[in-house]
């Protein structure tokens, strides 16, 4: 392996981009890091610094594009946007650089159009296509010594996911500019890095580009292999503790404190075709912004109890964009649907006005309302309703996240613990069109697994007369071989006559919604009673390996490990989204704990 960039790492810049000194004032020089015999020298002078492309045995290629953030001039005349760089949860939204003063077309400026172009490869549906895309370094501009310039802090390796055409506001004066959502992927078999010998393999004219990924990152190769759907398991998640989370690019070791990018406030958009997205938030919103706004929505309150009429709004939304439905319902299709939620759930007592919760979740921030005023709201009234026809919804940005399994999954629990959790949850996720939510085994298992001897991965189905997950009997003999069939939580080997006897819990359910893969990884040893514990969402791992009671927090006792069997952490992560007790993200007052 050669030398890596490694993520949270910060560079130093040389005059003249000098590769000669490997650290300057005590830190890695950055062109020495990326020095090669091949490749021109890097620079990092824009936003988006593409390098020259070469002429490769199969075509045109570029080895790479750098992207920088910098905090120090965001909203300003200059750069009149803000990045978001939510790097907990692997997700960064980077805008183009179109900029008010200039009179050529949207689309034309140099930036912009190096990212338009790899976005059709980063955007390709074929494996050959996404092969061309060219992979996006990111980097923060950060200060040290008690300078911001100069510095970068190296941020990871990423792709693009959606690219918008949209409206911005800069002193005033609109114009049009793009805005990229980007993925950033895992590095952990890399050690945390990039290492710079594949930027040079993909700048090397006798390599083939398919020749090139055999450089590349896991975690890229899989992409390239798969597309969008193997993002939820390869985007980078933090396993920090929360103490350390989130410090830089914000934070500085001489103690300057940059502006900073995690989110920033920033006027409210309006969309490339018009309209105003009214009552968008005024910040940009993440994964742990969405998860404090469902914590702490504000629900109506009679003789001491909590109105369910706002959360079964929320969760009946969720299960839209869980479906693949428009973002955006029209008012009759919410007042029929969400008013017979009210009515089945609602309190004994309580009257079904889904015009309330309609128009009153705007005030949330992550929700919206089209095709009507606040004027025209103010009494909020079905009648007015019905004849001004307006549709509401989770706003762009909520359902984008939410379109995230694990997101959405952590969000469905925060809603059902925290203002739902006296309902019978079998039954109301049944009725939203979310049955699977509330156990980790998902439907279509444990009860209807085939075991089969081919390797799956992910699960596949099997027809009969219906649809069932098979998985690989060999995988489960294999993890109970390696634990002698006793319990990784209590330690019991349970006595059977001819034997001893345990069971193989998948952690992420191979059944709908969860689409867990059939893997190793995926699988624990467990005694009958905590195999139906952990599926029930009673008992989940903590970011420490701790086992804990989900009603309470309480100490079960430390996972038991295996040197043999490696346990996937994004997967006992998404098992802790389920229960409720995922914080990635999160401050220690923002964690959801049951009454």
């Keep these: 392996m050669g030398k890596q960039l490694r993520v949270g790492e910060v560079l130093r810049s040389a005059r003249k981009r000098d590769h000669e000194p490997a650290f300057i004032d005590g830190y890695p020089n950055i062109h020495h890091v990326t020095a090669s015999q091949i490749l021109p020298r890097v620079q990092l002078s824009k936003g988006i610094n593409p ?26 005349s200059e750069t009149p946007w803000h990045d978001v760089f939510d790097l907990d949860n692997g997700r960064v939204r980077y805008y183009g650089d ?7 077309p949207v689309g034309t400026t140099d930036g ?47 792709v693009i996911e959606t690219v918008e055409e949209i409206d911005q506001e800069s002193n005033g004066h609109p114009f049009r500019n793009y805005r990229y959502d980007l993925a950033v992927l895992d590095l952990k078999d890399q050690n945390g890095g990039v290492d710079w010998s594949w930027v040079e393999a993909r700048g090397n004219k006798n ?3 398919a020749g090139t990924l055999e450089h590349a990152p896991r975690s890229w190769r899989q992409w390239v292999e798969h597309g969008p759907a193997v993002l939820p398991e390869v985007r980078h998640r933090s396993t920090q503790p929360e103490e350390n989370r989130g410090t830089d690019p914000n934070g500085a070791v001489d103690g300057s404190e940059p502006p900073g990018l995690f989110p920033v406030p920033r006027p409210p958009e309006t969309s490339a075709s018009g309209g105003r997205k009214g009552t968008a938030p005024l910040e940009e919103l993440t994964a742990s912004a969405l998860m404090r706004s469902l914590t702490d929505l504000r629900v109506h309150q009679t003789r001491g109890r909590r109105s369910r009429h706002k959360p079964l709004s929320l969760l009946w939304s969720i299960s839209r964009v869980a479906t693949g439905k428009p973002r955006l319902a029209p008012w009759k299709e919410f007042r029929d649907e969400v008013g017979g939620l009210m009515a089945e759930f609602g309190h004994p007592d309580s009257s079904v006005s889904p015009e309330y919760p309609f128009w ?10 089209r095709g009507i005023s606040a004027d025209q709201a103010a009494k909020t009234q079905a009648a007015t309703f019905d004849r001004l026809a307006p549709e509401a ?13 694990l997101v959405r999954s952590q969000a469905v629990a925060v809603l059902r613990e925290t203002h739902l959790a006296d309902i019978d949850q079998h039954v109301l996720m049944e009725r939203l069109g979310l049955a699977g939510y509330e156990s980790a085994s998902g439907i279509g298992a444990p009860d ?3 075991d089969q001897d081919e390797d799956t991965r992910p699960a596949e189905r099997r027809d009969y007369t219906g649809s069932r997950v098979t998985r690989d009997s060999r995988l489960v003999r294999t993890v109970k071989s390696l634990h002698a069939d006793r319990c990784q939580v209590c330690g019991l080997q349970l006595a059977t006559r001819f034997g001893t006897h345990s069971q193989g819990a998948h952690i992420r359910g191979l ?45 079960i006792g430390e996972l038991r490990r295996h040197p043999a069997h490696h346990i996937s952490e994004n997967h006992l992560r998404y098992h802790r989204a389920l229960c409720g007790r995922d914080t990635a993200g999160l401050e220690p007052q923002d964690v959801v704990t049951r009454a």
């Design 51 to 76: 390098t020259a492309k070469i002429k490769a045995t199969d075509g045109h290629r570029r080895p790479a594009i750098l992207i920088r953030s910098s905090p120090w001039k965001a909203g300003t």
């Design 98 to 104: 179109h900029r008010a003063d200039h009179n050529v």
């Design 112 to 158: 912009n159009a190096v990212l338009l172009s790899t976005a059709l490869h980063h955007l390709g549906t074929t494996p050959d296509e996404r092969a061309l895309a060219e992979p996006l370094l990111l980097f923060a501009s950060v200060t040290r010594n008690k300078t911001p310039k100069g510095y970068v802090q190296f941020c990871g390796l990423a």
């Design 207 to 209: 390599l083939s580009t």
């Design 360 to 369: 009153h979740l705007h005030t949330s921030g992550v929700w919206e309302v």
């Design 393 to 405: 919804g989770m706003t762009e940005q909520a359902a984008q996240l939410l379109g995230d399994p």
């Design 448 to 450: 209807g697994v085939v």
């Design 511 to 555: 059944g709908r919604p969860h689409n867990g893969p059939d893997e190793l990884p995926n699988l624990l040893v467990l005694c009958p009673n905590h195999h139906v514990q952990f599926d029930s969402l009673a008992i989940y791992v903590d970011t420490n390996g701790i086992v804990r009671q989900t009603g309470d927090d309480s100490t």
